[in-house]
């Protein structure tokens, strides 16, 4: 995929709005129920998606892998079910439980498919 780095930013910017917007409206609300959500818009979206972006940047090879488009929507489907999964569970939702239970299963995964391009292209490069 084509910019593959630029879509990883893009991506990481909205969760920071999104992270900072739910800091504000606890700040504001004085309500803090939400934080755990909003420690894993920062972590897994914002911080996780930019070092993506910034490391598809710097090696090429690896954004030019197949596997990046999977990393792309699979960490993205991971990112988002978990956040939804823990705020719904900080609303007594208990139903929630498998919703993050199956955002974390695919944000490991993801992260699994970007150790696999990682180790195959600086494999292929010291060749």
């Known amino acids: ?3 593959i780095h630029l879509r990883f930013l893009r991506v990481a910017v909205l969760y920071l709005l999104a992270g900072m917007g739910l800091g504000l409206a606890m700040g504001i609300s004085e309500n803090h129920s939400m934080f755990p959500a909003h420690a ?3 972590l897994v979206g914002w911080a996780s998606f930019a070092i993506y972006g910034l490391i598809y940047r710097a090696y090429p090879t690896a954004a030019a892998s197949r596997l990046a488009v999977w990393h792309f929507w699979i960490a993205n489907a991971g990112a988002l079910l978990m956040v939804v999964g823990i705020a719904g ?3 007594g939702m208990e139903q929630f439980k498998p919703v993050t239970a199956g955002g974390a299963i695919l944000t490991i995964l993801g992260a699994l498919v970007f150790a696999t391009i990682l180790f195959r292209t600086s494999a292929a490069q010291n060749q």
Do not use: L, T
Request: no cysteine.
């Open 89 to 91: 569970i900080n609303n």
């Open 40 to 42: 894993h818009i920062n």
């Open 1 to 3: 995929m084509p910019y």
